[in-house]
């Protein structure tokens, strides 16, 4: 089970263990400094283990995504968690989600009233989506056709196809 603190800008590893029957903590990792700050809004974990953590700044609404790894072997004989990842993503990330094959995030920030969608593998942007007046909460990729299906008239790249898929969902409300 992976925790993660909100004021305490860190996450933590816990392992049940059955004969004592609780949670004991494996490791813990301090994303920011404490005090400065940083706090967290969210926490995704993939299939491969990834750990994906949205931080953002209470006085100057940035914020960020950033990507760990746990280390169980120790690499030169260190074991822990390691960032292998970080991206500038807008104001204030609250929210983010997996899209269905985890090979995007869906980031809601709702300090600067946007959705964007990032790579899952190294964080780059792949299109962006302002939402006007609405503050973005919980945004999740749609990939269900619920009309019949009609034929592209256009040929899009996949920037255009990450800001379209985002922007149905936000139609379809």
Not at 50 to 55: D, G, Y
Not at 86 to 103: A, K, L, T, W
Request: glycine letters at 10%; hydrophobic letters at 40%.
């Amino acid at each position: 089970m992976v925790v993660l603190g909100r004021f305490e800008p860190a996450f933590a590893l816990l392992a049940w263990n059955e004969d004592t029957e609780r949670f004991t903590e494996v490791a813990r990792y301090g994303v920011v400094y404490p005090g400065l700050g940083w706090s967290t809004g969210d926490l995704l974990v993939n299939r491969e283990g990834h750990i994906f953590v949205s931080v953002r700044h209470e006085f100057n609404q940035s914020g960020y995504i950033t990507k760990f790894e746990y280390n169980h072997q120790g690499a030169g004989g260190q074991q822990g968690f390691f960032e292998i990842a970080r991206s500038e993503v807008g104001h204030f990330p609250s929210r983010i989600s997996f899209s269905q094959d985890e090979e995007r995030i869906v980031v809601c920030n709702t300090g600067g009233r946007s959705v964007e969608v990032l790579d899952a593998h190294g964080l780059a942007r792949l299109g962006r989506f302002h939402t006007g007046d609405m503050l973005p909460l919980f945004a999740h990729e749609i990939r269900a056709q619920t009309a019949p299906y009609e034929a592209p008239t256009e040929v899009l790249n996949e920037e255009e196809i990450a800001e379209a898929e985002v922007e149905a969902y936000f139609l379809a409300k």
